[in-house]
C-alpha cells in the first residue's frame, strides 16, 4: 500500500507522539488517516504504536469498534487508515453538554453499544484498558464505536492476568493501579472504567478531574468508590437525580473488589438496558439527534479549539 488515491481534505485531530488525524477522500468515499512521524519516535513509542495497529486489526469484525482498514510507511510517515467517524462523546461533552447528560435515554444508548464493543473485545480475550468518552466515537448515523487500542492487552487465554499499570488515571481500577493483592487484574477492570466513564457522561467530567495524577491515584486507591450520589467531581453542588435502575448499575461497576463487578456479559442483561431500550423505537436515531444536532463539523471543531 502507498499514498497513491488519498486525497488529505483536512485535520480533523491531533494527539500524542505527534500524531495528526486527516479527514481523506479515497475511491469516491471518506475516511480517517492519522499520520506518525516514525523518524520523532522512540523504541518504546513504536512498540506502542506497533500495539495499537495489532490491536485494530484483531478487531475488525465488530460494529461496536472502529474498524481499521489498512496502514502503511510512506517517507517515514506511518499512515493508518481507519472509518471516519464524526468525533468522540467527550467533544459532545465539550460542545453541547458541559455539565453532563441528563437524558438516559441517551446515556442508555451510550453505554450500550460501547458495552457491546467491550464484550466483543472480551471474548477474543482483549482488554482495551482505556475505556474512556474520549475513546467512544459515533459516526454520522448515531452508531457508537470503541477506539484507541495503543494500550490494549491480548491475552493468551480468558484466565490470565495482567501487572502493567496502562491507561488513563482518573478511569484507572484499583487493581491496575496496584495489581498486587488480586495478582493482576484481567477484563474487569474495563468494566470499572465503564462505570466511570457513565458517572463522566451524566456530570460532564470523571472524579477526581481536577485532581493531579499522584493525587488521583490516592483517591482511588483510599476513597470509596464514586457513584451518582457521590460522584466525587469538582464543583458538583447539585447532585443530579438519575434512576435507581441507572444508579445500581454504576455502583455494580464501582466496586472495588473486581471479583464483584458483573462480567460485560452480564451488564448488557441489566434491567437499566431492559426497562429503558423497550422505550426506544430506534436507539441510533435517537442517538444521532441528540449527539449531531448542532454540533460544529469535526474539521471545525478541530480549528476552534
Known amino acids: 500500500m ?79 487508515v481507519m472509518d471516519l467517524q464524526e468525533g468522540s462523546v467527550r467533544d459532545v461533552l465539550k460542545w453541547k453538554f458541559p455539565q453532563g447528560i441528563d437524558d438516559e435515554y441517551v446515556l442508555c444508548s451510550i453505554l450500550h453499544q460501547a458495552l457491546q464493543g467491550i464484550q466483543f473485545l472480551h471474548e477474543h480475550n482483549i482488554i482495551h484498558r482505556d475505556i474512556k468518552a474520549g475513546n467512544i ?36 481500577a484499583p487493581e491496575v493501579i496496584d495489581p498486587s493483592e488480586h495478582g493482576g487484574y484481567d477484563f ?58 441507572l444508579k445500581e448499575l454504576v455502583s455494580k461497576c ?5 471479583r464483584k463487578r458483573p462480567t460485560a456479559s452480564k451488564l448488557l442483561n441489566h434491567k437499566f438496558f431492559k426497562e429503558t431500550l423497550k422505550n426506544m423505537s430506534d436507539s441510533n436515531e435517537y442517538l444521532k439527534t441528540a449527539l449531531l444536532e448542532g454540533l460544529p463539523s469535526i474539521g471545525e471543531r478541530f480549528r476552534r479549539q
Open 2 to 80: 502507498n499514498a497513491d488515491g488519498y486525497q488529505l481534505i483536512e485535520q480533523i485531530g491531533e494527539g500524542m507522539m505527534s500524531n495528526k488525524v486527516y479527514k481523506a477522500e479515497f475511491k469516491g468515499g471518506y475516511v480517517a488517516i492519522k499520520q506518525i512521524d516514525l523518524s520523532q519516535q522512540s523504541h518504546e513509542t513504536k512498540e506502542k504504536i506497533t500495539r495499537e495497529v495489532q490491536g485494530m486489526s484483531v478487531v475488525v469484525e465488530s460494529e461496536f469498534v472502529v474498524h481499521f482498514l489498512c496502514s502503511f510507511v510512506f517517507e517515514e510517515t506511518l499512515w493508518i
Open 137 to 172: 466515537l459515533f459516526n454520522k448515523e448515531g452508531q457508537i464505536k470503541l477506539a484507541d487500542f495503543g494500550v490494549s492487552a491480548v491475552l493468551a487465554s480468558h484466565d490470565e492476568r495482567r501487572t502493567t499499570m496502562a491507561g488513563t488515571w482518573h478511569w484507572m
Open 188 to 245: 474487569k477492570a474495563d468494566v470499572w472504567s465503564i462505570g466511570i466513564t457513565c458517572i463522566e457522561l451524566a456530570y460532564g467530567v470523571a472524579p477526581y478531574g481536577d485532581a493531579r495524577p499522584n493525587q488521583v491515584i490516592v483517591y482511588i486507591m483510599q476513597n470509596p468508590p464514586p457513584n451518582l450520589e457521590n460522584p466525587r467531581v469538582p464543583l458538583a453542588t447539585n447532585i443530579k437525580k438519575y434512576s435507581s435502575h
Open 254 to 258: 464501582l466496586q472495588s473488589d473486581p
